[in-house]
């Protein structure tokens, strides 16, 4: 079965304090991995597409990378604004994306 | 820039009432979807559509499912006989090639 899994749950910074979210995902058809930003009760923002391994993406204090069963989406410094839900997500052979339950992040000023 | 949009953004409906949620995809794009958030569970996919026909349906897209795109921008979910389980966020999403911009959704109540 298709799985994307994330971690941690839930993480909580100082401003400025940088960190780390993982999303691991079994190989299977891989067609992109896919971070998304998610206010609570608004749609999924799209952030980042990633295709192989190796492969890193920025934009503003995040960076994305992903190795051949991770991704890492790194937030340099962050700031209270960054606090949000961000959803890591595959897309399967039939180009449907796969999501994981999320990291919720606060930045505490 | 470029949005999807969808309508209503909080619907309430009896149990065993019809729904149609409605979304207006970004003008240039050819596939089209909708996915579905339980509160406090992951984002699901229910279906996709291309070229005025279902690409893909989940389990979870049974018969009571049904969707349109009865003219140029409009992209319909219809849901013919609502259950309580159908409580969710529902996202429109739209694509050009890979990427998936997402609505703000439709939250959908089931009393």
């Known amino acids: 079965e298709d799985q994307v899994t994330q971690s941690p749950e839930a993480l909580r910074l100082q401003e400025g304090e940088s960190s780390s979210l993982n999303c691991s995902y079994t190989?299977?058809?891989?067609?992109?991995l896919f971070w998304y930003r998610q206010d609570p009760g608004k749609g999924p923002e799209f952030l980042f597409t990633l295709y192989s391994a190796g492969e890193e993406k920025e934009k503003e204090r995040l960076k994305a990378t992903l190795t051949k069963k991770e991704s890492f989406l790194h937030i340099t410094a962050p700031k209270p604004e960054d606090s949000a839900t961000y959803l890591c997500?595959?897309?399967?052979?039939?180009?449907?994306?796969?999501f994981g339950s999320g990291t919720r992040l606060l930045v505490r000023p | 820039e470029p949005e999807v949009t969808q309508t209503p953004s909080h619907q309430v409906t009896q149990m065993g009432q019809e729904v149609i949620l409605r979304c207006v995809p970004i003008?240039?794009?050819?596939?089209f979807y909708w996915y579905r958030q339980i509160l406090g569970q992951k984002v699901e996919f229910l279906v996709s559509?291309?070229?005025?026909?279902?690409?893909?349906k989940s389990e979870i897209f049974d018969d009571q499912f049904s969707v349109e795109r009865p003219d140029g921008s409009n992209f319909t979910l219809k849901i013919r006989s609502t259950k309580l389980e159908d409580s969710a966020m529902y996202f429109c999403a739209s694509a050009t090639g890979v990427e998936q911009y997402f609505g703000p959704g439709t939250r959908l109540t089931v009393t």
């Open positions: 003008s240039n794009h050819l596939y």
């Open positions: 559509f291309y070229n005025n026909e279902i690409s893909e």
């Open positions: 190989v299977s058809g891989l067609r992109g």
């Open positions: 997500a595959r897309m399967d052979s039939s180009y449907k994306l796969i």
